[in-house]
């Protein structure tokens, strides 16, 4: 198995600009979380999914952030626009039941809006 | 809802020395507990896990955790510290059948030669 996929590893860009980070979990996996992680507030969960279904997105801290999984093999984040404060490691992670396997996660997206 | 708590967000040990890294837990009923390790530039990676079988856990790197639901912790030891123990440490609690995990802020642990 290849793990959690995110892509891609780094991703430099204007702000203003649109960023997608995509994520690919692990087959058979039916959860998918998305977190974001900063020196100042560690890691945070922005949203997760059960079944391709967005179940909490109240860690999404505004309206600039969206997410999406149109199928069990894919989700994006989506930031439009971007802003230099957005600057952050993202992790996707997926886990399956039983629940006790926990999470596994991806090696993450290092974002920098310049 | 579940939380944990992870005493000291930084830890220094020399190498060859006693590993210790705290967490405590909140929970209404019996949880899932884990430990992850985050190594420089990478992700988060499963180090140990309690699901309710033996109060002792024994995980990958000679790291091991015990249970204890008098004292509601989970804290991680390990006998001698190496060098390549340098890394951040989150704790993590979870209830059955509610898939959402509470991490900890993290400790990170210094190895010093």
């Known amino acids: 198995d290849a793990g959690v996929i995110q892509s891609p590893r780094h991703e430099v860009t204007e702000m203003g600009q649109e960023v997608t980070l995509r994520c690919k979990p692990i087959?058979?996996?039916?959860?998918l979380f998305w977190y974001r992680q900063t020196m100042m507030r560690g890691l945070e969960l922005l949203i997760y999914?059960?079944?391709?279904?967005?179940?909490?997105d109240s860690g999404m801290p505004e309206d600039r952030f969206s997410a999406k999984m149109p199928n069990a093999s894919f989700s994006t984040l989506k930031i439009q626009p971007s802003e230099p404060r957005d600057s952050a490691v993202y992790f996707c992670?997926?886990?399956?039941?039983?629940f006790g396997y926990g999470y596994t996660f991806g090696s993450g997206t290092r974002l920098t809006v310049v | 809802a579940q939380s944990v708590t992870q005493l000291g967000s930084h830890v220094s040990v020399s190498e060859g020395a006693l590993v210790l890294l705290r967490c405590n837990y909140s929970?209404?009923?019996?949880?899932?507990l884990f430990w992850y390790v985050q190594y420089p530039n990478q992700g988060l990676q499963l180090l140990l896990k309690?699901?309710?079988?033996?109060?002792l856990v024994k995980g990958i790197n000679g790291f091991e955790a015990e249970f204890k639901k008098s004292e509601t912790s989970f804290h991680l030891t390990k006998p001698s510290a190496h060098m390549s123990d340098a890394a951040e440490y989150f704790c993590?609690?979870?209830?059955?059948?509610?898939?959402?995990?509470?991490f900890g802020k993290g400790t990170q642990v210094v190895v010093i030669p």
């Open positions: 992670a997926s886990s399956f039941p039983p």
């Open positions: 087959s058979g996996h039916n959860s």
């Open positions: 999914f059960n079944n391709n279904v967005p179940i909490d």
């Open positions: 929970s209404s009923v019996p949880p899932y």
């Open positions: 309690y699901t309710s079988a033996a109060t």
């Open positions: 993590a609690v979870g209830l059955y059948g509610n898939n959402r995990l509470a």
